[in-house]
């Protein structure tokens, strides 16, 4: 009888299988390209950066104007995503075993790590930003 039932879920759990994998690497890829665009917008930034630091700006003035942005571009992001998530909980609720679409558990910590991975692409340029020398990023071409 085990047998049978596992040959006879033996597609469902292989779809579950790539269905996670494809997720995490969508994850992944996600959050490289988001560092990478935070990245691109702090370094074409570098030289207005520098003028803050050169009028006497805090570092954590000039991460917090970083961090501003990103956190808005965040809230926008993961509100645009969340109502579309529950929106499509209705198309996926008959694969789903054992586990509500609309669980409210798994939603929020994958709103979660979606914010820290934001957060955290935000700051590392930012920081790094802040650690150039006013007088080289005034010459920053």
Known sequence: MDEQLDKSLMSERLLASLSSIFGLLATLLAAIG????????????????????????????????????????????????????????????????????????????????IAAVALLSGYLPARRATGIDPMNALRWE
Do not use: C, H, N
């Open 34 to 113: 988001l560092y990478g665009v935070m990245a691109y917008v702090v370094v074409r930034r570098t030289r207005e950066i520098g003028i803050r630091m050169a009028l006497g700006a805090s570092r954590g003035s000039v991460v917090w104007l970083v961090m501003r942005e990103v956190l808005l571009l965040s809230a926008i992001g993961v509100s645009i995503g969340g109502a579309a998530a529950y929106a499509a909980t209705r198309l996926v609720q008959k694969e789903l075993f054992g586990v509500m679409a609309t669980d409210a558990i798994t939603m929020a910590l994958s709103t979660a790590g």
